[in-house]
T-cell receptor, first 111, second 114 residues
Framework: AQTVTQSQPEMSVQEAETVTLSCTYDTSESDYYLFWYKQPPSRQMILVIRQEAYKQQNATENRFSVNFQKAAKSFSLKISDSQLGDAAMYFCALRRNDMRFGAGTRLTVKP | IAGITQAPTSQILAAGRRMTLRCTQDMRHNAMYWYRQDLGLGLRLIHYSNTAGTTGKGEVPDGYSVSRANTDDFPLTLASAVPSQTSVYFC?????????????FGSGTRLTVV
């Protein structure tokens, strides 16, 4: 069974500051993929960043980066230079065949 | 436009009624999925289809059925709706089954069962 846990239901950050969203997961597979999705109030699901489990190097996409710790089964998302448009629900997800999601973290950005 | 179209956008449904949520994609993706999103629970997989003509059960399949007659369409049917099926429903598709590609999501259907 695959499970994903996001222990922070809500987080807030000051504009231009850095915030880290936590995610842990459990799987018996050695080959899998991890994702962070953003869901703004529009309800649309937007892919933020992807990490292949076989790669040790942490993925980076502009202001978004991850800290992938395979042994600890941890996959946190760091958002640098936070912007008002970053305010959204963020979902961590694990994919081997189908995708399993965490409960989500609601991020508020304060001006 | 390339992507997934879901219909309706929202619906209020009387308990006991039958309802089909529509999902159509134009990307020729083989794999398609239905999820429900509930506050505090994230997105949970209802049913999936790896290719036309095949379907499978996800985490929460009870009360729902799907069909996959062709590559583009993947409707979700609630045979007799109950209030616990009040949720936002997302259809998604993927270019692969193996995992590298993420999902393309539809914009969701908000269903309220009263």
């Amino acid at each position: 069974a695959q499970t994903v846990t996001q222990s922070q239901p809500e987080m807030s950050v000051q504009e231009a500051e850095t915030v880290t969203l936590s995610c842990t997961y459990d799987t018996s597979e050695s080959d899998y993929y991890l994702f962070w999705y953003k869901q703004p109030p529009s309800r649309q699901m937007i892919l933020v960043i992807r990490q292949e489990a076989y790669k040790q190097q942490n993925a980076t996409e502009n202001r978004f980066s991850v800290n992938f710790q395979k042994a600890a089964k941890s996959f946190s998302l760091k958002i640098s230079d936070s912007q008002l448009g970053d305010a959204a629900m963020y979902f961590c997800a694990l994919r081997r065949n189908d995708m399993r999601f965490g409960a989500g973290t609601r991020l508020t950005v304060k001006p | 436009i390339a992507g997934i179209t879901q219909a309706p956008t929202s619906q209020i449904l009387a308990a006991g009624r039958r309802m089909t949520l529509r999902c159509t994609q134009d990307m020729r993706h083989n794999a398609m999925y239905w999820y429900r999103q509930d506050l505090g629970l994230g997105l949970r997989l209802i049913h999936y289809s790896n290719t036309a003509g095949t379907t499978g059960k996800g985490e929460v399949p009870d009360g729902y059925s799907v069909s996959r007659a062709n590559t583009d369409d993947f409707p979700l049917t609630l045979a007799s709706a109950v209030p616990s099926q009040t949720s936002v429903y997302f259809c998604a598709s993927s270019e692969d089954q193996g995992g590298y590609y993420g999902y393309t999501f539809g914009s969701g259907t908000r269903l309220t069962v009263v």
